[in-house]
């Protein structure tokens, strides 16, 4: 069992940055994939960023080149530093684990434990 607990989100301006945090208790979490997911009302949640346990990334065409992930198995922590954040970044964000030690996975349904998700809005 694995519990997530994201924190960070909050209202910016455009042209903004925040941090989010995604904190993993209980199973070891080394070799599994950490990813940050987003949902906006009335869409399905959909993947934004992802790190390997071997360090590997990958992102969404729509934040690649403005948001970074990044991991410290050592304190079981994924970071996602979000700059020049847009109005369409507007979303609940979820941290994810899957616990596979593989390539990048980008499904919601591979994804084994979920945070409960941390509120990011960015106004015009």
């Known amino acids: 069992q694995v519990r997530l607990v994201e924190s960070g989100g909050g209202l910016v301006e455009a042209g903004a940055s925040l941090r989010l945090s995604c904190v993993a208790s209980?199973?070891?979490?080394?070799?599994?994939?950490m990813a940050w997911f987003r949902q906006a009302p009335g869409k399905e949640r959909a993947f934004v960023a992802g790190?390997?346990?071997?360090?590997?990334?990958d992102y969404a065409d729509s934040v690649r080149d403005r948001f970074t992930i990044s991991r410290d198995n050592s304190k079981n922590t994924a970071w996602l530093q979000m700059d020049s954040l847009k109005p369409e970044d507007t979303a609940v964000y979820y941290c994810?684990?899957?616990?596979?030690?593989?390539?990048?996975?980008?499904?919601?349904?591979?994804?084994?434990?979920w945070g409960q998700g941390t509120q990011v809005t960015v106004s015009s």
């Open positions: 994810g684990f899957a616990n596979y030690a593989g390539r990048m996975v980008y499904s919601v349904g591979k994804y084994d434990y």
């Open positions: 209980g199973e070891t979490v080394t070799r599994s994939i």
């Open positions: 790190i390997t346990g071997s360090g590997n990334t």
